[in-house]
């Protein structure tokens, strides 16, 4: 039996609506689930104490601050490199065997388990530059990490800026680095946004390459030097070891309602930006 091609585009619309539907189904099953087990034990005290026992009382206090200091630390290090990496690879250097090399390898760093991140990180940052299981290792180790998805999405959104924008700044008298920073960034902003904003989320969530860098450390810390253990290993070790699973779920709760938050405010802040800009 031959379909028609109008009865065939329908067949493959709805597929496609199908699968999206799944897809967001699944998600959603699975963010409530852990809501719905997670947020009865959430309070204040659990926000703001520290842990006990293992973790098998009071807080989570120490783990919030790591996992913002790791964070932060990874994107405030690999968000200028990587903007600045792929506006080189785009404006200031021709097609060649250089760029196919960094674009190369930028490809194959994303596609690195992270456990070998972790592996390289211990290896480099702990033990060969001296800097132990801390913050500033797992911070380092995340911006390697997370690099390659700033680099590929901001070439991505910095190419989609179309040439006619180019030619009018240069055409008008504007230099190349004016055309760049003035043009160009602010016309690939959104782009270049949503790549850190992805990296934001990787590096919270981030669990095997923060256990061999940043350690997992109980107590507060006091400096960039210090282990902590954030919020994905605290899920982790929890959840593996048995110790508390009313704990695990309020804790990952928590790591959910943090990624969504941050995401809805890297959003808010990209659409004020852009609309001053505009």
């Known amino acids: 039996m031959t379909l028609s091609p109008a009865l ?3 067949a493959v619309v709805t597929g496609l609506w199908a699968l999206a539907a799944l897809t967001v189904a699944v998600l959603l099953f699975i963010v409530v689930y852990v809501l719905v087990k997670g ?5 204040w005290t659990f926000l703001s104490d520290h842990p006990r026992e293992m973790g098998k009382a009071g ?3 120490p783990m919030i601050v790591g996992t913002l200091a790791v964070t932060a630390l990874a994107v405030l290090i690999a968000a200028p490199v990587g903007v600045v990496t792929a506006i080189f690879l785009t404006e200031y250097t021709r097609e060649g065997k250089l760029t196919a090399v960094i674009r190369f ?3 194959c760093l994303a596609g690195i388990p992270s456990i070998i991140f972790g592996l390289f990180g211990f290896v480099f940052f702990a033990i060969t530059l001296k800097m132990g299981l801390s913050i500033l290792a797992g911070g380092l180790t995340l911006a390697i990490m997370v690099l390659p ?4 999405t901001s070439e ?9 924008f180019r030619e009018v700044s240069l055409g008008l008298g504007g230099t190349r680095w004016q055309t760049v920073t003035n043009v ?8 270049i946004s949503t790549g850190i904003v992805l990296s934001i989320g990787r590096s919270i969530s981030e669990t095997a390459a923060l256990i061999l860098t940043a350690g997992s450390a109980l107590r507060m810390p006091q400096s960039l030097m210090e282990s902590s253990r954030t919020l994905s290993v605290h899920f982790y070790i929890l959840s593996r070891e048995g110790i508390s699973m009313d704990n695990a ?8 309602i943090s990624i969504l938050l941050i995401n809805i405010a890297a959003y808010w802040l990209m659409s004020r930006f852009i609309a001053k800009a505009a």
């Open 8 to 10: 065939r585009q329908k």
């Open 39 to 43: 947020l009865p034990h959430v309070t």
């Open 59 to 61: 807080g989570i206090g």
């Open 105 to 107: 390898g930028a490809d």
């Open 149 to 152: 998805t700033i680099i590929r």
């Open 156 to 164: 991505e959104a910095i190419r989609a800026v179309p040439a006619a």
């Open 184 to 191: 160009v960034l602010r016309s690939a902003l959104p782009g």
């Open 249 to 256: 779920y309020a804790t990952a709760a928590i790591l959910i």
